[in-house]
């Protein structure tokens, strides 16, 4: 059975940072492109940032020079390093594949409040 499992959110101040993890357990990242998405209270889910087997990465601009997308297929697992968070950045956090019609995991809640 595949698992995606992601952790690492939590309540932070403008202008702090949290590191997200997704592990997946019964599939191979190794391969595949991979994306962090974000659901916003009462909106829809969207990307915000990607990563390709190979490494190359891309954000959507309201995320752009402030996260990072990172990988490592000897642990399974993607990252997303959030710095200089904005309220604008609460939402609840999914790691998927980005061509694989996978279920999505429970997410992790980022909250920017002050």
């Known amino acids: 059975q595949v698992q995606l499992v992601e952790s690492g959110g939590g309540l932070v101040q403008p202008g702090g940072s949290l590191r997200l993890s997704c592990v997946a357990s019964?599939?191979?990242?190794?391969?595949?492109?991979l994306g962090w998405y974000r659901q916003a209270p009462g909106q829809q889910r969207v990307l915000a940032a990607t990563?390709?087997?190979?490494?190359?990465?891309n954000y959507v601009d309201s995320v752009k020079g402030r996260f990072t997308i990172s990988r490592d297929n000897a642990k399974n697992t993607v990252y997303l390093q959030m710095n200089s968070l904005k309220p604008e950045d609460t939402a609840v956090y999914y790691c998927?594949?980005?061509?694989?019609?996978?279920?999505w995991g429970q997410g992790t809640q980022v909250t920017v409040s002050s």
């Open positions: 019964g599939t191979r990242f190794s391969g595949n492109d």
């Open positions: 998927n594949f980005l061509f694989i019609n996978q279920a």
């Open positions: 990563i390709t087997s190979g490494g190359t990465t």
